[in-house]
């Protein structure tokens, strides 16, 4: 009943910069807040960043200073920008929304991921 697609993946330098939008489509009434969470190999998924309807926003200490994310309500679109890139970075990285649907239903969904490898 939520669609998310991500896209702006892809094999970048160390040093380099990313934006990676996602989009929510599908029967949504209001997107209460949307986010950025990313999993390394062999690793748990983690927070990177959130931002409420109100756009309250918080990071991840490890990307702090180094990551934005923004909204466009009206096009239920979320971005994160990624500038000063590591290699640790390097991850799947997903994107997930807390959403009001019009049936007054409150749904967490998630995208399929778009992957974001950091060459050293």
């Known amino acids: 009943q939520v669609q998310l697609v991500e896209s702006g993946g892809g094999l970048v330098q160390a040093g380099g910069s990313l934006r990676l939008p996602c989009a929510a489509s599908?029967?949504?009434?209001?997107?209460?807040?949307m986010g950025w969470y990313r999993q390394a190999p062999g690793r748990q998924r983690e927070l990177v960043a959130t931002?409420?309807?109100?756009?309250?926003?918080t990071y991840a200490d490890s990307v702090k200073g180094r990551f934005t994310i923004s909204s466009d309500n009206a096009k239920k679109t979320v971005y994160l920008l990624m500038n000063s890139l590591k290699p640790e970075d390097t991850a799947l990285y997903y994107c997930?929304?807390?959403?009001?649907?019009?049936?007054?239903?409150?749904?967490?969904?998630w995208g399929q991921g778009t992957q974001v490898p950091v060459s050293s």
């Open positions: 997930n929304a807390d959403a009001l649907l019009y049936n007054y239903r409150r749904l967490d969904s």
């Open positions: 599908g029967s949504v009434f209001r997107l209460n807040a």
């Open positions: 931002i409420t309807s109100g756009a309250s926003t």
